[in-house]
């Protein structure tokens, strides 16, 4: 007999990139550019067991650390967390309530909490075109429909057609059923794109002249992955236009410094909203692991954390440019477009003449083929509309690897040219 699935349960399907992923599995000799994964090399393991000794060494103190946390998470890393928000945004100490401020399992179950606790099946969230595709995946898990808002040449949402799509809602009597908006704001996944403070205001006054609440989920994972100067704009928290405004700030400490520790963070300016995702919270885990939040807070303590995210991104920006590098003239002389990021841990490419690059194009068979592997950029838009794009990640493969890497995929992109002239 088989399991009977609840509503939820029956909904889900195994993710487009795991099945990806298991089909470049099965070719071990293939390179991924796909998986954002971390870089392996410079992941800070002297530093970590130097904390790990100083616990062991330190009795019976050090041995709370294997002890269960609390829900929120250690409040002396929160209370660090917050400082180091408030230095960002620059609003001075003390100004984020600390009882709005909570660890997660990284930044990822902030938002699948934040959905999960905002959103009914059926309701739905704007989102950019492109956006974070993961998040699209937890969306379509909670039934939740995503819609893309009109976006800039430059890759801000437009304000004018935002507005346009609101009235449009409201006139249709849908926009009840629209309670979020999701930015990722910083060195975007899959963009690199930083969106600008003036676009934020607009959004924020957009919503504010609503007479139903829309939440803003600000996803700012990537924002201290810059390579050399970091991006000023100020988030939401610090902006006027969001002060009247449910908004939902997440962040992470696994890019900048050990992904697989898993500790993100993030303040919500609703205090019931908040505390109905502490409510899941507690259902779910009842605080993330205290081990790994221990190591971060004394990283971050000690100052190991800032020197490691300093030597970071040199790592980040050297990877980044044997990508580049490799792929711009080759790439660029037939046709191919994409952005220098200044931060992050993607390129992201536009194929020429419209190209369909998804994964049952020739295209992507034609990569496989050649030993390399890609996020098909269609998952980053809602029903996948776009078909063009490709997101490639620089973050695992050594430079060398990366340049073996680039030359499969100038190798397919020469053989789909070719191809099309015959
Ligand atoms: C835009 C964005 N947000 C959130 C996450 C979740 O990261 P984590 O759970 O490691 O904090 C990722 C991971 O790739 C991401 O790219």
């Known amino acids: 007999m088989k399991a009977k699935l609840s509503e939820l349960g029956s909904r889900q399907s195994p993710s487009d990139i795991t099945r ?12 991924s550019l796909a998986a954002g994964f971390t870089d392996n090399a410079s992941l800070p393991m002297e530093d970590v067991g130097a904390i790990v000794d100083e616990f062991a060494s330190s009795g019976v103190d050090g041995k709370s650390v294997l002890q269960y946390g609390s829900n929120k998470g250690r409040e002396r890393l929160r209370e660090i967390l917050a400082r180091r928000t408030e230095n ?36 739905i969230v704007l989102v950019e075109e492109p956006t974070y595709f993961v998040f ?42 629209i309670k979020a908006l999701y930015l990722v704001s910083y060195f ?23 007479d139903t609440p829309i939440a803003v989920i600000e996803d700012a994972a990537y924002r201290e992955l810059y390579y050399k100067i970091s991006d000023n704009s100020k988030s939401c ?29 993030a303040y919500c300016s609703d205090r019931e909203w908040t505390d109905a995702m502490m409510s899941v919270k507690g259902q779910q885990d009842f605080g993330t692991a205290n081990f790994a939040q221990a190591i971060v807070e004394r990283a971050l303590e000690k100052g190991d954390f800032d020197r490691h995210l300093d030597s970071l991104r040199s790592v980040y920006e050297e990877k980044m440019r044997a990508l580049h590098d490799s792929l711009f003239e080759p790439l660029s002389s037939m046709g191919w477009e994409w952005s220098v990021p200044s931060g992050g841990l993607y390129l992201w490419l536009k194929s020429p003449h419209g190209l369909v690059t998804d994964a049952e194009s020739q295209f992507h068979a034609a990569c496989l083929e050649a030993g390399v592997f890609y996020v098909p950029g269609d998952l980053c838009y809602p029903e996948g509309r776009i078909k063009d794009r490709i997101r490639l990640s620089f973050g695992v493969l050594s430079c060398d690897l990366l340049k073996v890497a680039a030359e499969r995929f100038v190798q397919a992109a020469r053989a789909m040219t070719e191809s099309a002239r015959v």
């Open 188 to 210: 975007a996944n899959p963009t690199g794109h930083c969106v600008s403070q003036e676009s934020k205001q607009s959004i924020g006054e957009l919503l504010n002249q609503l």
């Open 88 to 123: 960002f945004d620059t609003i001075g100490i003390g100004k984020l309530d600390r009882s709005r401020f909570f660890v997660s399992n990284g930044s990822q179950q902030s938002l699948y909490l934040a959905i999960q606790t905002l959103c009914d099946p059926g309701d």
């Open 20 to 31: 990806l992923m298991a089909i470049a599995l099965e070719r071990p000799d293939i390179l």
């Open 136 to 177: 699209l995946e937890i969306l379509s898990g909670l039934g939740v429909k995503p819609i893309g808002m009109p976006m800039t040449s430059n890759g801000d949402v437009d304000a004018t057609g935002l507005a346009r799509l609101l009235e449009e809602a409201k006139k249709g009597g849908w926009l009840a059923r």
């Open 237 to 265: 928290l610090a902006l006027d236009s969001f002060k009247e405004l449910p908004v939902l700030y997440t962040s992470t400490l696994t890019k900048p410094y050990a992904s697989g520790l898993k500790v993100g963070y």
